[in-house]
């Protein structure tokens, strides 16, 4: 393969990004030589997304004059994790080699002063060695001397093998074999995920797992987690990208849960390149709530199709929790035939009851939702009230529906979420705890239902029924 190589353009004027709604889909902006000629690849190069185009330069008529006489030119400045690693640094493998030129990066053209570099962005060039001083242009500025290097990342189907050598700089501890890691979206300050992940990474770190928020951790952290880790899962994100700073991958592999339809291709480009093994699932059972592109939000109903993909062995059933054999106990005493649960921590009520007809909505199962066999299909890990908005057309009433949570506010939020699931014959079930008795208490204060305790030496209930 040809090496990457540096133009070198005098009196270069270099512009600012703009976009502009007469012409949707392009980055106006690039590099004019000093006889106002547009230089040739210095306009953002994509396969995919906003395609870079030159500027036209009556748009931005005033021209600056440098500071500096020599710089060189790092094409579109990203203040986007991903797209920062993987375009807005493709042309600073010449950087390294000049650290005493600055960088110029060209920048949108209404930041004016007041953008600044994020932590992370000035420990990711510290990581490849790159000390050069930094500008940003916001208005057409001229320097007497500009490099331009060729990219070594093209967006997002090409890298140089050159330009993959100079970012995989970082040397993290050893692999740790088994250790497997899961690279989480649910704290992070965005809807591009799917909302009900965290539940799911509950039965993670119960499995083994280590769950890392990236978005917590200094650049240097993440890559450790990276380095030591034998399996790197989660959700397609750009926090996979940022395997292509580290020094070794052997032993290293890849599960990447898409967000809708194929991957983006970055990851095929990446994976090639530095020769991961890395494998790709599309989940069935998961909702699309929004998708524009590629920013998607969508719900999971439970962790079944994840931990199937993952491989993570099934886990056997956990002990009753208080109140759980009471209520088995008492469901079979009634002889009911159709029991819905909310808010449990396990399904064994579910389980062992007897009833033919059994559901389990909660958000804090602590067991393996494929815990128990006789129970498949019938197991959602999600609030009741979305649970019932996104799944349910027609309810049907049950007979019994036990609910549990940590508060009285929950227990009572529940309660009523689950009224139009019942009809005048239904039971409630609220454990015979701190806060089953005060939702037990406020139902009675509110008028309209009778409580009745039923103590048992594996946890009490409380039996509920509209007066």
């Known amino acids: 393969m040809k090496r990457l190589e540096n133009r070198v353009v005098t009196s270069a004027v270099v512009y600012p990004v703009m976009t502009r709604d007469d012409r949707p889909g392009e980055l106006l902006m690039g590099v004019f030589d000093g006889h106002g000629r547009f230089v040739e690849g210095t306009a953002t190069d994509r396969r995919s997304g906003l395609r870079g185009v030159p ?25 986007h994790y991903g797209h920062f690693l993987l375009e807005s640094l493709a042309r600073l493998w010449y950087a390294a080699e000049h650290p005493e030129l600055p960088i110029v990066w060209t920048a949108a053209h209404h930041w004016g002063d007041r953008e600044r570099f994020r932590s992370w ?8 060695g790159v000390r050069n001083p930094i ?7 001229r320097f007497a001397t500009l490099h331009v290097p060729d990219i070594g990342y093209r967006y997002d189907d090409w890298i140089h093998p050159d330009h993959a050598r100079f970012l995989a700089r970082h040397s993290g501890p050893p692999r740790e074999p088994g250790r497997r890691i899961w690279l989480s979206r649910s704290a992070i300050d965005s809807d591009v995920r799917d909302v009900s992940a965290v539940f799911a990474e509950r039965h993670l770190r119960a499995a083994g797992w280590f769950v890392i928020h990236p978005e917590r951790l200094t650049v240097r952290e993440q890559l450790d987690h990276l ?6 899962a989660g959700d397609e994100g750009s926090a996979f990208h940022a395997v292509l700073l580290l020094a070794e991958l ?29 494998d790709f699932h599309s989940l069935p059972g998961q909702r699309i709530l929004h998708a524009e ?7 999971s109903r ?64 602590e067991e393996d939702p494929r815990a128990y066999r006789s129970l498949e299909n019938r197991v959602e890990e999600l609030p009741f009230a979305q649970y019932a908005e996104l799944f349910v057309t027609a309810p049907q009433p049950y007979e019994l529906i036990r609910i549990c949570g940590d508060e009285a506010a929950h227990v009572l939020r529940d309660v009523d979420d689950t009224a139009a699931f019942a009809d ?13 008795t005060a939702a037990g208490a406020a139902l009675e204060e509110r008028g309209g239902f009778t409580v009745q305790r039923i103590p048992s030496a594996g946890g009490g209930i409380l039996r509920v029924e509209r007066a």
């Open 55 to 79: 500027i036209p330069r009556d748009l931005l008529p005033d021209i600056a004059e440098a500071d500096v006489p020599e710089a060189i030119y790092a094409g579109d400045l990203h203040m």
């Open 121 to 128: 962005q000035r420990e990711i060039l510290e990581i490849l």
């Open 135 to 141: 500008q940003f242009v916001t208005r057409p500025t």
């Open 227 to 232: 380095a030591r880790a034998e399996v790197i």
């Open 250 to 278: 052997e032993g290293c592999r890849l599960r990447i849960i898409r967000r809708r339809g194929p991957e983006h291709r970055n990851f095929r480009t990446i994976g090639e390149a530095r020769g991961l093994e890395q």
């Open 293 to 299: 592109g590629r920013e998607v939000m969508k719900v």
């Open 302 to 365: 439970n962790a079944i199709a994840l931990l199937d993909a993952l491989e993570v062995p099934r886990a056997l059933p956990l002990p009753p929790r208080p109140g759980d054999q009471a209520a088995a106990a008492f469901a079979r005493s009634l002889g009911v035939s159709r029991m819905l649960l909310v808010g449990v921590r396990t399904a064994y009520s579910a389980a062992v009851s007897g009833v033919r007809t059994t559901l389990v909505v909660s958000t804090r199962l």
């Open 424 to 436: 005048s014959n239904t039971i409630w079930v609220l454990d015979d705890d701190a806060a089953g």
